[in-house]
């Protein structure tokens, strides 16, 4: 559906993601929330400033892009919104209230899923004064700057994702699964080119942490295979870096992006964020 909405907007990066200006999410019509989704499936990710939306909120804005996922660890979501997932340092009566140096190592949620999520949206609480930016990597412009001969060479790989081998080798809170967690989310292969169903457009979607191995190739040599794709997608051409301000909302399109946290003085700063996610489906 083509919206009527004109949204005033300025790119991320030259050929990737938008920010759209003078839009008051908790009070937005229909059709301008219409003109974000639209935005956002046109841009790969999107960026509002100045925000201020309550958990409820939060949910009811991005129900507008499909079904709101679920969280995989539960035990830091909000109390009372199932839906949002807390990004903290903070600790309160001696607990954690959010997950820690989440995300870091560049990676798409949920790949270890048979069907990873479509969207990820951060709203920010609470930052720092430096460290903790975002980072997003365009993997469609990585695809298309690959030479024909290496596109025909990748084309067709297939990787094996795997969530017990992510949890058992990440750098940050290695775990063991429980018998539940492993049976909730087995193995699954996933194609390396990724296609997106709104427009054909093709992705590199080469991921870290869940890769166990590319199918049919021996490992080191498979794993050497993803790290060398991973250093090619995260080159600076591709990659726009997000420093945050309170308020802000931050999305992009998992189909079609590789992102990473980045680490800062969590002695001297706290940081809070809200994570809430989209149902996706099957890559192809």
Request: hydrophobic fraction near 40%; aromatic fraction near 6%; glycine fraction near 10%.
């Given at each position: 559906?083509?919206?009527?909405?004109?949204?005033?907007?300025?790119?991320?990066?030259?050929?990737?993601?938008?920010?759209?200006?003078?839009?008051?999410?908790?009070?937005?019509?229909?059709?301008?929330?219409?003109?974000?989704?639209?935005?956002?499936?046109?841009?790969?990710?999107?960026?509002?400033?100045?925000?201020?939306?309550?958990?409820?909120?939060?949910?009811?804005?991005?129900?507008?892009?499909?079904?709101?996922?679920?969280?995989?660890?539960?035990?830091?979501?909000?109390?009372?919104?199932?839906?949002?997932?807390?990004?903290?340092?903070?600790?309160?009566?001696?607990?954690?209230?959010?997950a820690h140096n989440d995300g870091v190592g560049w990676h798409t949620d949920y790949s270890y899923k048979a069907e990873p999520v479509m969207c990820t949206m951060l709203y920010a609480a609470e930052v720092p004064d430096e460290g903790s930016d975002t980072l997003l990597a365009d993997q469609c412009a990585a695809w298309n700057a690959l030479s024909p001969e290496r596109q025909a060479e990748l084309d067709g790989l297939m990787l094996h994702h795997s969530y017990q081998y992510f949890m058992s080798t990440r750098e940050f809170g290695r775990q063991e699964l429980s018998d539940e967690l492993k049976a909730a989310n087995p193995d699954v292969i996933h194609p390396l080119i990724r296609t997106h169903p709104s427009d054909g457009r093709k992705a590199l979607w080469v991921s870290t942490g869940t890769v166990k191995e590319v199918v049919g190739m021996p490992n080191p040599q498979g794993l050497e295979l993803i790290d060398e794709l991973v250093d090619w997608v995260t080159q600076d051409q591709f990659v726009f870096r997000h420093k945050w301000q309170v308020g802000d909302i931050l999305m992009w399109d998992n189909r079609c992006t590789l992102h990473t946290g980045t680490l800062y003085d969590d002695t001297k700063y706290f940081r809070t964020m809200h994570r809430l996610w989209v149902k996706g489906d099957k890559p192809f």
């Open positions: 559906m083509t919206t009527t909405v004109q949204l005033k907007t300025r790119p991320l990066k030259p050929g990737f993601g938008a920010e759209l200006i003078d839009v008051d999410l908790a009070h937005a019509d229909a059709e301008t929330v219409s003109g974000v989704v639209e935005a956002f499936h046109k841009h790969g990710a999107i960026l509002l400033r100045g925000q201020t939306m309550d958990p409820t909120q939060l949910v009811q804005f991005i129900s507008a892009f499909g079904e709101p996922e679920d969280h995989t660890q539960t035990q830091f979501t909000l109390p009372g919104h199932p839906k949002v997932f807390i990004l903290s340092n903070r600790v309160v009566d001696g607990k954690p209230i959010g």
